[in-house]
């Protein structure tokens, strides 16, 4: 079974600066997908960001990317440029593609983070 | 697209009650999850169905708990009869297919069970 593990349980930044929040996996599977979800006040789970396992570039979103270690089983999430509405909860989370059916998200524990004015 | 739709957004009941949330997923949509949000065990996986037939529910913790998806735009999440360690916040999901595979979720509802 796959684990997702978020060893930070909270963080906060400062408005306008840079914050990375980690993440690390444990499977066997060689081709999956890794998400990251955001979690705001009011409760909405809202996508940040994808990457695919098989390809080597990391994704990035506009303030949003991720560094992506295959290697390592680890994806972390780097903000830039915070702002105040990126106070949230941000879950990793992983999915193996299955052939004939839906795939299965696995969440890690969570991350709040809070942007500080 | 208006996205993932669920009601009630609150509910509160009392013990021993029936409980029913509603899930409409996003047109076009083929596979519909259920989660259970709670701070002690996380999200939870708890059915998903694809094309309106259920795939897994191994994530179902009771039998007091039952799912349905009678068409394509429409789901139930039935709890009967409800107690107070159901409080939790049940999202549902709904993706595209399968080649997709990314769930976008819904606002939630909030149960309290007294």
């Known amino acids: 079974a796959q684990t997702v593990t978020q060893s930070q349980p909270e963080m906060s930044v400062q408005e306008a600066e840079t914050v990375t929040l980690s993440c690390t996996y444990d499977?066997?599977?060689?081709?999956?997908?890794l998400f990251w979800y955001k979690q705001p006040p009011s409760r909405q789970m809202i996508l940040v960001i994808r990457q695919e396992a098989y390809k080597q570039q990391n994704a990035t979103e506009n303030r949003f990317s991720v560094n992506f270690q295959k290697a390592a089983k680890s994806f972390s999430l780097k903000i830039s440029d915070s702002q105040l509405g990126d106070t949230a909860m941000y879950f990793c989370?992983?999915?193996?593609?299955?052939?004939?059916?839906?795939?299965?998200?696995?969440f890690g524990e969570g991350t709040q983070l809070t942007v500080n004015p | 697209d208006a996205g993932v739709i669920q009601s009630p957004r609150h509910e509160v009941t009392e013990m021993g009650q029936e409980v029913t949330l509603r899930c409409k997923p996003i047109?076009?949509?083929?596979?519909l999850f259920w989660y259970r949000q709670t701070m002690m065990r996380g999200l939870e996986l708890l059915i998903y169905f694809n094309n309106n037939v259920p795939i897994d529910d191994s994530g179902m913790p009771e039998d007091r708990f039952s799912a349905k998806m009678p068409n394509a735009s429409f789901s139930t999440l039935k709890i009967q009869p409800s107690e107070p360690r159901d409080s939790a916040v049940y999202f549902c999901?709904?993706?595209?297919?399968?080649?997709?595979?990314?769930?976008?979720f819904g606002p939630g509802t909030r149960l309290t069970v007294l």
């Open positions: 047109s076009g949509h083929d596979y």
């Open positions: 499977t066997s599977e060689n081709n999956y997908y």
């Open positions: 989370a992983f999915m193996k593609p299955q052939e004939t059916s839906g795939s299965r998200l696995t």
């Open positions: 999901a709904s993706s595209l297919d399968r080649f997709t595979d990314t769930q976008y």
